[in-house]
């Protein structure tokens, strides 16, 4: 009689190639050990685009040949749109605020929608709030005689004309304006910020 459970032929059994692949196991790989594969594949890639970068600047400073270089690139550079003004004109800023500025406006529009204020009255009290806070000590200091509502009031007159007030600001347009006035209000204040730059 032949045993139960026992056959004559058994297959090989595959070898595994490394201790790691028992550490493993059977499961799908922890979120942990996807997170390191995912972290060599980017020190990878960072690698590779260090070395291309490596080899570009070896080949342009190869490239120079009494004192003429080879440009690699052909865009959208700083001098490209730095000549988009006219050639009567040309840009001056000083510091790296007015430098920024300056470059948006070389932008199709250096306003957008969402720069448009259609709703200053929502922001005047708040604003009103943080200047008075600011120059009620000043005030103090240069009127000392006066109560706290005339103070309040000398700082609400200087507010009216301050640029901290929202209603003096040049992107205020009327909350129901239509398509061309948008239009125009940006191009008016590209214009404006725009001769600041001009010389």
């Known amino acids: 009689m032949a045993k139960k459970g026992k056959k004559g032929n058994t297959e090989p059994v595959a070898q595994v190639d490394s201790d790691s692949d028992w550490d493993d196991g059977a499961k799908k790989p922890s979120k942990k050990q996807l997170e390191q594969a995912a972290k060599k594949q980017e020190q990878l890639d960072k690698k590779k685009e260090r070395e291309a970068l490596l080899e570009m600047e070896e080949s342009s400073i190869k490239s120079k040949r009494g004192g003429k270089t080879k440009s690699h690139k052909k865009g959208n550079g700083l001098d490209d749109a730095l000549n988009q003004f006219t050639p009567k004109t040309t840009i001056s800023a000083d510091g790296l605020d007015d430098s920024l500025a300056a470059l948006t406006l070389l ?8 720069d448009l204020d259609r709703h200053p009255e929502r922001r005047f009290k708040a ?7 600011r120059r009620l000590p000043e005030i103090k200091k240069e009127h000392p005689g006066l109560r706290k509502q005339q103070m309040e009031q000398l700082i609400y007159k200087e507010f009216q004309k301050s640029p901290e007030n929202p209603f003096n600001q040049e992107t205020n347009i009327s909350f129901n304006a239509n398509e061309t006035e948008v239009l125009n209000k940006k191009k008016e204040i590209h214009d404006k910020r725009s001769k600041k730059f001009e010389r």
């Open 107 to 114: 932008k199709g529009s250096a306003v957008s929608n969402k």
């Open 127 to 133: 604003a009103l709030a943080e200047y008075t806070e």
